[in-house]
């Protein structure tokens, strides 16, 4: 279990219990037609992108769970992503990248999107990143209208 008392199938094989359990409200609602298909596409399109880079990505990106619902984000290099400030800049980093796909682009305000709001478009439920060592941060993203996220809006 982690941190919030979550069973976590990947906890001591991938990234040690997460020592943080952060909750982020989706800002867009799922794509309608999203699978487990689109989401290890879009894992494929990620690797493809790291691959044609001069330089070995300091990090492994993969999907897990039975509907590929679980993104992990797995540092390669030592100290690297292992702390709570490293895993956020790395997100803030990859908000980057994801403010340039033609899915944001359609939308009316794609400077105010992040990495987050892309992954919950393609319905994954979670990222964790981790050093591989003995840090792991855990987002769990939850659906656009899922009652914690609706009581936020109204407060």
């Known amino acids: 279990m982690n941190a919030q008392g979550i069973q976590d199938r990947y906890v001591g094989y991938y990234y040690p219990s997460p020592q943080q359990v952060e909750l982020y409200c ?20 990620i690797k493809n992108g790291m691959n044609r ?11 897990k769970g039975a509907k590929s619902t679980k ?22 980093d990859l908000s980057t990248s994801a403010r340039t796909t033609p899915i944001f682009a359609k939308s009316k305000a794609p400077e105010e999107l992040t990495f987050l709001d892309l992954i919950s478009l393609l319905g994954f439920q979670s990222v964790t990143l981790s050093d591989g060592d003995s840090f792991a941060h855990q987002i769990r993203v939850l659906p656009q209208k899922h009652p914690n996220c609706l009581k936020t809006k109204k407060s």
């Open 26 to 45: 989706a800002r867009l609602p799922m794509l309608a037609d999203i699978n487990k298909k689109r989401r290890v596409g879009f894992i494929i399109g």
């Open 53 to 63: 880079q001069q330089y070995e990505s300091p990090y492994a990106v993969f999907a």
């Open 71 to 92: 993104l992990i984000i797995i540092s390669k290099t030592e100290g690297y992503l292992n702390t709570v400030y490293r895993a956020r800049a790395l997100l803030a």
